[in-house]
């Protein structure tokens, strides 16, 4: 299993490691802003260095699992976080309080008119699926309100 904890890295930001079977193979990052001034840079840099071989060398047999032939249900939750929360914060807290949760991803970011200064709105999908039966709207909606509920008791987090 690869993992990617955050690090710092001089002249990055959102600096991520690159670590399996606990090994370090090498980072991804973004070039900060004082590099990009320096060598004249107008968009963004994604940088990566990795030890690709010894990569190759490590990884292991695939696994696989069978699917859940029941449907996947879906519902969206709308937040403004402050800019000195970290998004994962919120996955950590979703992830605990979800029953039958499966997946979550970012549908949409927004910042502007509406939004408090210093803050992000995100709207963000969580995917509920079981493996052994069709789920009904009130389990969904038992473990989504769950999961806001979590949410609106943590500071700099408001639901929209």
């Known amino acids: 299993m690869v993992k990617f904890p955050e690090t ?28 990009k001034k320096y060598f004249g840079l107008k968009e963004d840099v994604f940088f990566a260095q990795l030890d690709v071989c010894a990569l190759m060398e490590c990884r292991s047999q695939k696994r696989y699992q069978v699917f859940s032939p029941y449907p996947v249900i879906w519902r969206d939750l709308s937040i403004i976080l402050q800019n000195t929360i970290k998004f994962k914060e919120i996955e950590k807290i979703i ?24 803050s992000r709105a995100f709207t963000v999908r969580i995917f509920y699926q ?31």
């Open 8 to 35: 710092s890295i001089a002249n990055f930001t959102n600096a991520l490691q690159v670590i399996a079977q606990d090994k370090d193979f090498g980072f991804i990052g973004k070039l900060d802003e004082a590099q």
């Open 130 to 160: 079981s493996k052994e039966k069709t789920l009904t709207s009130q389990e969904v909606d038992s473990s989504h309100a769950n999961i806001r509920q979590m949410l609106s008791q943590h500071s700099g987090i408001q639901l929209r």
């Open 95 to 118: 992830k605990e309080q979800g029953s039958y949760l499966t997946d979550m991803k970012i549908v949409d970011i927004y910042e502007g008119k509406d939004i408090p200064p210093e």
